[in-house]
């Protein structure tokens, strides 16, 4: 990066100004500072995906200048566990779409997602649209089902054999485990997924307000 003295003189700030904004984004890891040196922006900074702020794993890669790419495992209408139901909000015996599908970007495989879609809603969607458009582009494009909001809920986890293979890394290796119910316009139910995600490639992000 431009040098504290190159940055007053462009911007036409003071250096203390300079420096409590250099301070803030090393404390938010987007800069690296190395005595001597200078100022590096943090290649963690350039690779990590901040969960929290996006609801589109397609967009978010795109906004980062990475290639993302979307891989369907399996393609199934399924009698879905009583739990998956109940996220749904379905009846019981209603048939759901079950996909599984590996995300990566840059080559790299970050997330396996379980997603469970009802089936009646979605009765156009065929496997060959999922392997090669996102998902809620087909919502909206397919079936005037545009995403309103999203509930999701991140915890700590422990990858086990089958999901670390997906992803590439050592079973047992540090994961997150994600789970996100999304509502379209009429606050309806659209899709429940389930994922783990590799926590050497994702950060989470809350901005508090006072209230």
Not at 21 to 47: M, P, W
Not at 151 to 164: F, H, M, P, Q, R
Not at 184 to 199: F, G, H, L, M, P
Request: proline share 3%.
């Amino acid at each position: 990066m431009l040098s504290e003295r190159q940055i007053v003189a462009q911007f036409q700030v003071s250096r203390n100004t300079v420096r409590q904004a250099l301070s803030q984004l090393e404390t938010l890891g987007y800069v690296q500072r190395i005595h001597g040196k200078g100022t590096f922006v943090a290649q963690t900074a350039q690779q990590l995906t901040i969960l929290g702020e996006y609801y589109s794993f397609t967009e978010q890669m795109k906004a980062l200048g990475r290639k993302p790419k979307t891989q369907l495992l399996t393609y199934e209408i399924v009698n879905p566990s009583f739990d998956v139901l109940k996220a749904l909000q379905l009846p019981a015996n209603a048939a759901a779409i079950y996909l599984k599908r590996l995300r990566l970007a840059d080559g790299i495989p970050l997330m396996l997602e379980h997603t469970y879609l009802p089936a009646q809603k979605f009765s156009g969607l065929t496997a060959d649209k999922v392997a090669h458009r996102p998902l809620y582009e087909l919502f909206r494009t397919e079936f005037n089902e545009a995403f309103h909001f999203a509930d999701e809920s991140i915890s700590a986890t422990v990858l086990n054999e089958e999901d670390a293979t997906f992803l590439v890394v050592p079973t047992g290796s540090a994961g997150m485990h994600l789970k996100r119910t999304t509502y379209d316009q009429k606050n309806n139910i659209i899709e429940y997924t389930i994922s783990v995600a590799r926590s050497d490639q994702f950060i989470y992000k809350v901005r508090y307000g006072k209230r």
